[in-house]
């Protein structure tokens, strides 16, 4: 990537671990590159790292639904469109990611890294409306997250 893509990570609710930027930066800039979509010029992207109850708020808010999700995305740029400028937000909710994991039976870790690539992937334009949309989109994070040392996101139940 030539132009450079700046990330914002606040943490404003849950019992957040300490230390998570560098592993959410990466997970980020690996979902961009790996996406199939290229940077037109400098960007930047914003992450909130919140409780359930903040993501119900915004759940509630923006999309009408009266629950905490695991993952939340704003994009800001079009589907189709360049990808630069402000390309949008991701909020995560920490409760929801902690008890998804161990549902699941998976570490933390790996959970937090799907959840970012999954929110970056909607920036970018991704879906799973359809089921067509959801095989590109799972087949896209399987690999990013392979790329990046992961299991399969989807070997289990899909919880997104």
């Known amino acids: 990537m030539s132009a450079p ?12 671990p300490e230390g998570l930027e560098p592993l959410a930066e990466t997970a980020l800039r690996a ?6 979509r290229l940077l037109a010029g400098p960007a930047e992207l914003s992450v909130l790292l919140t409780d359930d109850a903040h993501q119900k708020e915004l759940n509630r808010q923006w999309r009408g639904k009266d629950a905490s999700t695991n993952v939340l995305s704003f994009p800001q740029i079009a589907p189709d ?3 630069m400028g402000l390309l949008g937000d991701i909020s995560l909710a ?5 008890r998804e994991a ?5 570490p933390f870790e790996d959970h937090f890294v799907h959840l970012l690539v999954h929110g970056m992937l909607h920036i970018l334009g991704f879906d799973h409306v359809s089921e067509n949309e959801a095989l590109v989109m799972e ?19 899909e919880l997104i």
């Open 102 to 106: 161990a549902d699941l039976e998976k």
């Open 94 to 98: 920490y409760e929801t990611l902690v």
């Open 5 to 16: 893509l700046e990330i914002d990570i606040a943490v404003e609710g849950g019992d957040w």
């Open 31 to 36: 979902a961009l590159e790996h996406s199939g």
């Open 139 to 157: 087949a896209r994070e399987t690999d990013i997250m392979k790329l990046l040392g992961y299991p399969d996101p989807y070997d289990g139940a």
């Open 81 to 83: 469109g360049p990808v």
